[in-house]
């Protein structure tokens, strides 16, 4: 699923010291396929210059609406022409205030009101800056001329001061980039998607888990929060960071997973449990087990989560996964029915480039009156997708029905 691939991302840099987190935010989109191009404002060349742009892009850098470019010689309608997104990040203050009275009075601002485009603002400011009713109010009015804002994220800022307003992750911009491309064929959707393992204490110091690495359940709460539904991530510890835009709730045990499950359950449209929960916990021993001491584990089985969801369920799509070592269809199907699924997504994970911590996926997905549909082998960003694709189908037929 190359979102990005062949795309023309225009980028317009403005005057902040963000300015200096853009290469990397170029090299992912370059990573995927994308051709960038990039506007600086004056303000911008005071933390950054066009030759870092250049080197990075090998496209000429555009910084004066007076100047006369051969390659495209109505700069301020021909590069909005050329882009598929514009992207404008970091965006100043400034910048936000001039976008949002329609003022044109340089390349970017110019380049703005004669693009067509979808266009994506990412601030980046002072705490008390982007908290200023003035800027607030200018960010509620851009999001009403139709352009994407992004919530800036929190965190030390350039100042010294603690709080919201740096540059958001550059890897969710890029996920918001591929957003703005993408259809928003499931507004108007509340998904709860799981990931990640759960974690079963033994003693204060001590677990047992499994190998999941959340890959799986966050390309999938990734994927559907691109296409515009509303989404709940529950997750269980891993190493990677929550995809921009989802509602993330971490959890440890299955336990904990449980009862965030059941609470968020009632107001949504469809669960995707891709987590691994654990089936079995070894009764805790609240003291750190000694070297010295004889140690027998004694387990007993948590909750099956999405059984418990089979049985409360009322208009709610439950797809669930399977991981399997063998009898990968017989079992998968098992657990359709007792689990009361609409869908499983069957994973043999003994095969290689399957399952557990890789970055691709080879699954069956089952639906409940047997048909099956066995996909090849790939990325699990493009498993989600297609995943998606199946579940909006079924949703769509709920509402009709
Ligand atoms: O995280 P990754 O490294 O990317 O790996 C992806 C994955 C292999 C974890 C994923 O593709 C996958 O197969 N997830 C389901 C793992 C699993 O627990 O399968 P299961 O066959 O044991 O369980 C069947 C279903 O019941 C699953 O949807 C599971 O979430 C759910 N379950 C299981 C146990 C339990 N106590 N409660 C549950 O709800």
Redesign the pocket.
């Known amino acids: 699923m190359d979102i990005l691939k062949d795309k023309h991302i225009l980028i317009g840099i403005t005057g902040s010291i963000a300015a200096y987190r853009i290469p990397d935010l170029i090299r992912l989109l370059q990573g995927q396929g994308a051709e960038v191009k990039v506007i600086l404002t004056k303000g911008a060349q005071a933390f950054i210059t066009p030759l870092t742009f250049a080197a990075l892009t090998r496209n000429q850098v555009y910084t004066d609406i007076f100047e006369f470019y051969p390659e495209h010689p109505v700069i301020h309608l021909d590069l909005g022409a050329w882009a598929d997104a514009f992207v404008i990040a970091p965006a100043s203050a400034n910048i936000l205030a001039k976008l949002a009275q329609g003022i044109a009075d340089d390349l970017l601002t110019s380049t703005v009101l004669g693009c067509k485009k979808p266009v994506l603002i990412c601030p980046a400011m002072n705490t008390n800056m982007y908290f200023n009713a003035a800027v607030q109010a200018n960010i509620a009015r851009l999001r009403e001329f139709g352009m994407d804002v992004m919530t800036p994220a929190q965190g030390k800022l350039a100042c010294g001061v603690e709080g919201a307003g740096r540059l958001p992750d550059v890897q969710g911009i890029l996920e918001k980039i591929e957003a703005i491309l993408l259809p928003q064929d499931l507004a108007g959707y509340k998904m709860l998607v799981?990931?990640?393992?759960t974690q079963e204490p033994i003693d204060p110091v001590r677990f047992i888990s499994?190998?999941?690495?959340?890959?799986?359940?966050?390309?999938i709460a990734c994927a559907a929060c691109q296409r515009g539904a509303e989404v709940t991530l529950i997750s269980g510890p891993?190493h990677l960071k929550p995809p921009y835009g989802v509602n993330f709730i971490p959890v440890t045990t299955?336990e904990e997973?449980?009862n965030a499950i059941l609470k968020s359950f009632p107001q949504m449209d469809a669960v995707i449990?891709?987590?691994?929960?654990?089936?079995f916990k070894p009764a805790y021993v609240p003291h750190k087990i000694k070297k010295s001491e004889q140690i027998t584990l004694s387990m007993q089985?948590?909750?099956?989560?999405?059984?418990?969801?089979g049985q409360q369920k009322q208009h709610q799509l439950l797809?669930?996964?399977?991981?399997?070592t063998q009898n990968l269809i017989k079992?998968?199907c098992k657990?359709i029915r007792q689990?009361n699924l609409d869908m499983?997504?069957a994973?043999n994970?003994m095969q290689p480039g399957?399952?557990?911590?890789?970055s691709t996926?080879q699954?069956t997905i089952i639906y409940r009156n047997g048909v099956r549909e066995q996909w090849p082998l790939m990325t699990?960003k493009a498993v989600a997708m297609r995943l998606l694709d199946r579940v909006k189908e079924l949703l769509s037929r709920c509402r009709m029905s």
């Open positions: 799981t990931a990640g393992p499994n190998r999941s690495s959340g890959k799986m359940g966050l390309a891993t299955a997973m449980k449990m891709a987590a691994a929960v654990a089936d089985k948590t909750d099956d989560i999405l059984s418990l969801l797809v669930g996964f399977a991981a399997e079992e998968a657990k689990k499983i997504v994973n994970v399957a399952g557990f911590e890789v996926n699954v699990k």
